[in-house]
């Protein structure tokens, strides 16, 4: 930008050395108090011209800086910007992915909760059934012991001395 500026500036010196040129160059003996009035108005107002032209291009050039600045500084910004959600995606990826895993170990735990409760539950009814079973069985066998116990009470009340003094002191 500077490079650009430097044909600006031989210009405008240029134009500077003719202006002097042309206040230093004598003028005939026709001119009047008017016409060097006026050219010097003239000469005043194209130094003042170049000067707001040479203001003008450091102004452009400072712009350019800035703006260039500018630029870089939000070019740098959306790089940050850009490398925070790139790690915030990843994160969020990594988090989508120990979700997944924790629902298929969940589904697949279910399946294998679910299947243990209907063991169970199977296990349940064979011991309900066993016990059913062998407590019939003992009932069973308890039966004739039952009636194995009446009829030795029933012999040995019947017996006893105390039973057959009773009935022989009845009749």
Do not use: W
């Amino acid at each position: 930008t500077h490079q650009r500026a430097a044909p600006h500036a031989s210009a405008a010196a240029a134009l500077s050395a003719m202006s002097e040129h042309k206040k230093k160059r004598k003028h005939g003996k026709s001119d009047d108090d008017s016409s060097r009035k006026e050219r010097k108005r003239i000469d005043k107002l194209n130094d003042i011209a170049a000067e707001a032209k040479k203001e003008a291009r450091q102004l452009k050039v400072q712009y350019g800086d800035l703006k260039r600045a500018s630029q870089a500084e939000a070019d740098a910004r959306k790089a940050e910007f850009l490398r925070a959600l790139a790690v915030v995606r990843r994160q969020a990826d990594d988090d989508r992915a120990a979700i997944k895993e924790t629902q298929e170990a969940i589904a697949a735990k279910t399946i294998e909760l679910d299947d243990l409760k209907a063991r169970h539950e199977e296990l349940a009814r064979e011991n309900r059934s066993r016990r059913a079973q062998l407590e019939e069985e003992r009932d069973a066998r308890l039966v004739p012991l039952r009636d194995e116990v009446v009829n030795l009470k029933a012999a040995h009340m019947a017996d006893a001395p105390g039973a057959r003094g009773s009935d022989s002191a009845g009749t």
